[in-house]
């Protein structure tokens, strides 16, 4: 099935229906938690795909930069291991009602930091899951909005990466995604 796609800002911005782990570009995010040692959704998928050299490296992380675990709309990167794509960084997205009415800056901060990393460290072709609209209940049509906004504000500032994917996991949330999206015409 070829994946139908969208694109926007000039094909800088690319979405997809499709599997994160196997996208071939130079990092994805995780929609990871605090704790970063695994869990469900498409954190369960990364270190299903990727093998245990990403659990390694997050343990590592756990024992030197980020001893509590990481924040809240913090990023960190690590190995992709066995993926396609050679690096992850894993952000924690916010959990929908339990951050006093700052999800939407929250959410915006898991994107922007994670370019802004592939940015620093040279890596032009990144792939986002839909953070927070799992697990942690965020209104997909409220994601659209935010993330939309934060991605075109990130491109007009100059950030220096060539390709942000955004990948759904079905046909619908990415409808969903492009019926509620404010990038600009
Ligand atoms: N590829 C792309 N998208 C995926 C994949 C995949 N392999 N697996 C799941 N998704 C989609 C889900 O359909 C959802 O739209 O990713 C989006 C994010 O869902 P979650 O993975 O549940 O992430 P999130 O809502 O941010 O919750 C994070 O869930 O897995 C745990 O350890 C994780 O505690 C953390 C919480």
């Known amino acids: ?3 139908s796609t969208h694109s926007y800002c000039d094909d800088r911005i690319r979405l997809t229906v499709g599997d994160l782990t196997e ?3 130079d990092v994805i995010v995780n929609a990871a938690n ?3 040692l695994g869990g469900g959704g498409v954190d369960g998928a990364i270190h299903r795909a990727g093998g245990p050299a990403i659990l390694e490296a997050c343990r590592a992380l756990r024992q030197s930069e980020w001893p509590d675990g990481l924040p809240t709309g913090q990023v960190a990167i690590t190995t992709g291991g066995k993926l396609p794509a050679p690096y992850v960084i894993h952000t924690v997205g916010p959990i929908y009602g339990q951050h006093d009415g700052n999800e939407a800056v929250l959410l915006a901060a898991c994107y922007r930091n994670a370019i802004e990393l592939a940015a620093e460290r040279g890596l ?3 792939a986002f899951p839909a953070i927070s609209t799992g697990v ?9 909005r935010v993330v939309s906004r934060t ?3 990130l491109l007009a500032s100059g ?3 060539d390709e942000i994917r955004l990948v759904f996991f079905d046909a619908q949330q990415m409808a969903s995604f ?3 999206q404010q990038f600009p015409r």
């Open 1 to 3: 099935m070829t994946a």
């Open 23 to 25: 996208q071939a570009v």
């Open 34 to 36: 605090s704790s970063l």
């Open 124 to 126: 032009k072709r990144i």
């Open 136 to 144: 942690y209940g965020y209104p997909p049509e409220s994601a659209a």
């Open 151 to 153: 991605l075109s504000e």
């Open 159 to 161: 950030v220096a990466v």
């Open 178 to 180: 492009v019926t509620h």
